[in-house]
């Protein structure tokens, strides 16, 4: 099987894929975990930086508002206590002051109006003529008349607009009176929805029963309910009780929010309509009555750590593949070079094989030389014997006949010599190491036959009791050859000196076939066997043998999935067996 055939075999395949596999994985998995960790804490930094960044522009909205409202209102309480209620009750002197508040403040005061504790307007000045007009029923007026000063919430009012007013109360003796003032929606509106952000972040504020105080969003992400949630989840979390020292009692460090009012800010995330997830950033206001919101899409809120994951997923897409493909390119040459190298290392193996081979068909010669020489000396003979017969005349009386017996007995010899080196040649020739079916008896009687005439010159009688029923197994012919010519010379070498037995057996059992090999040697002292199968490791003398034709026969016997065992005692012999799987030829 050349390289090319190897890379591609079912093994090679496997290996190959296995490798880049394995390869793969580990190659990735940091990949995936490093990068996995980053991007957590990526996402955890961004969610807090950007919570962090819309807290702090909500807080500093917050102020602007307060501010905003709580100078009205003191625009208002000036103008209270340096001024006699007597000269409010002039509406000239009301239009006078109107008119200063507006040069001061441009149009953010829309009107000026004193009323009575009845509800009567007693003065007005503005441009919707509402003198003289009553407020008695009306709530927020009843709640302006118990209180120092007040800021309503937006109502439509007498005028059919919306708007909210500034109050304050003055107390003449036992009368009450409250001079209050109109801020323009609009004014305030543009305060509020200043804060933009984003192409979805917008704000707007929201009072307890769930009105807007400010132009509605055009699109309100969430129910009106999920909105007055927010009430309860700040009283829940401790911050509408924060600011019960009196209205605006933090008005005057509006420009350096704290870590104390960080922590009143309100920051949720919700799933609106169409399922998507909505950011919230929530203060309070007015003492806790009104709730200024920000909301913003998650998706526009993160666009920044969306792009970056986008980006890292692509990179590391980009990465990956690049590592796939290097691992595959990598693997694949390895594979070429491992079955270049297991190509080289098998035709080495050969190599070494038939070396040994060779070796043992040497050992052979000699045997065979002398038991060619008895039919060559008799051809030899016979035929000096015809060259007599020939000199006298064939046709003598019993010539002929003598002639014709010399002749068939050449013939008979010169058959007999054939048949010694065509098993000598066959065995020699066999060199296709392929596994195939295999009858290891035939095997055996093979290599047995070509070891009788060493056999009978060492004084060994060979003996075999081989199972009829020995299943085929798969094996290489001429590998299988070796072990046992090996084994069977080794045992014949052993037994020269002084003659012996060598019984040679075959039997079938459980799911493997067994041969044994069963000398009455010398046997191998317990300090030789552990290194029996080493290379180049012989107990023969110099010259004698190699050292590797244990190690040959252990390589081939392990290589087939089999093994190969020794036992010895010193003085009584030495026996191997051979343990090899059964295998159907469909395997």
Request: hydrophobic letters at 40%.
């Amino acid at each position: 099987m050349d390289t090319e055939e190897k890379r591609k075999s079912p093994y090679y395949m496997w290996f190959n894929r296995r490798m880049a596999l394995i390869v793969i994985i580990v190659a990735l998995t940091p990949m995936i975990l490093v990068s996995g960790i980053i991007l957590h804490r990526f996402s955890v930094y961004s969610h807090e930086m950007v919570h962090a960044h819309l807290e702090e522009m909500v807080l500093k909205h917050k102020h602007n508002i307060d501010f905003f409202l709580q100078e009205k209102l003191s625009n208002i309480r000036h103008l209270s206590r340096i001024f006699r209620l007597e000269e409010f009750k002039d509406e000239k002197f009301l239009r006078e002051r109107l008119r200063a508040l507006q040069e001061e403040y441009s149009s953010v005061f829309v009107d000026l109006g004193l009323i009575d504790e009845t509800g009567r307007q007693v003065a007005y000045a503005g441009p919707f003529g509402l003198e003289k007009a009553y407020y008695g029923d009306a709530a927020w007026f009843r709640e302006a008349i118990e209180t120092d000063h007040y800021i309503s919430d937006v109502f439509l009012g007498l005028r059919a607009q919306p708007h909210f007013i500034v109050a304050t109360r003055q107390q003449v003796g036992d009368s009450r009176y409250i001079l209050r003032a109109t801020i323009d929606f609009l004014s305030f509106n543009l305060l509020v929805e200043n804060l933009r952000l984003g192409e979805t972040g917008v704000a707007f504020i929201l009072n307890r029963e769930g009105e807007f105080q400010t132009r509605p969003p055009r699109e309100s992400k969430l129910t009106q309910q999920q909105y007055l949630n927010l009430f309860e989840k700040g009283r829940l979390a401790g911050i509408i009780d924060k600011d019960k020292g009196g209205m605006f009692s933090d008005i005057q460090k509006w420009y350096t929010p704290d870590d104390n009012e960080r922590a009143s800010i309100l920051t949720v995330e919700k799933i609106g309509q169409f399922d998507k997830k909505i950011l919230i950033v929530a203060a309070f206001l007015k003492n806790n009555d009104w709730l200024l919101i920000f909301q913003q899409d998650a998706d526009d809120a993160f666009a920044r750590l969306n792009r970056t994951r986008k980006i890292a997923a692509l990179i590391f897409i980009l990465g990956a593949l690049g590592i796939i493909t290097v691992t595959l390119l990598v693997s694949r040459k390895l594979g070429r070079r491992i079955a270049r190298v297991k190509s080289e290392k098998d035709m080495v193996e050969q190599q070494i094989i038939e070396t040994g081979k060779l070796a043992s068909i040497g050992e052979l010669a000699a045997g065979i030389a002398h038991e060619i020489n008895n039919p060559v000396a008799i051809m030899v003979e016979e035929a000096g014997w015809i060259q007599d017969l020939l000199e006298e005349g064939i046709d003598k009386e019993g010539n002929l006949e003598e002639f014709n017996r010399a002749l068939k007995q050449i013939e008979n010899q010169g058959r007999r010599c054939k048949d010694i080196t065509h098993k000598l040649l066959s065995f020699a020739r066999k060199t296709d190491s392929r596994v195939q079916s295999l009858q290891l008896n035939d095997l055996i009687t093979e290599v047995v036959d070509l070891s009788s005439q060493k056999s009978r010159y060492a004084n060994v009688e060979v003996h075999t009791r081989l199972d009829p029923y020995l299943p085929e197994t798969q094996a290489s012919v001429t590998e299988m050859q070796q072990v046992l010519l090996n084994l069977i010379n080794n045992a014949l070498d052993a037994m020269e000196k002084k003659g012996g037995r060598l019984d040679i057996a075959t039997e079938s059992r459980d799911n493997e076939i067994a041969i044994t090999i069963e000398d009455t040697g010398p046997g191998i002292p317990a300090s030789n066997l552990a290194r029996l199968f080493d290379p180049f490791f012989t107990t023969k003398p110099v010259g004698k043998g190699t050292g590797l034709g244990l190690s040959i026969c252990y390589g081939i016997i392990n290589k087939m999935g089999g093994k190969i065992e020794v036992e010895s005692t010193v003085g009584v012999g030495t026996t191997f067996r051979i343990l090899l799987p059964i295998k159907n030829s469909s395997e």
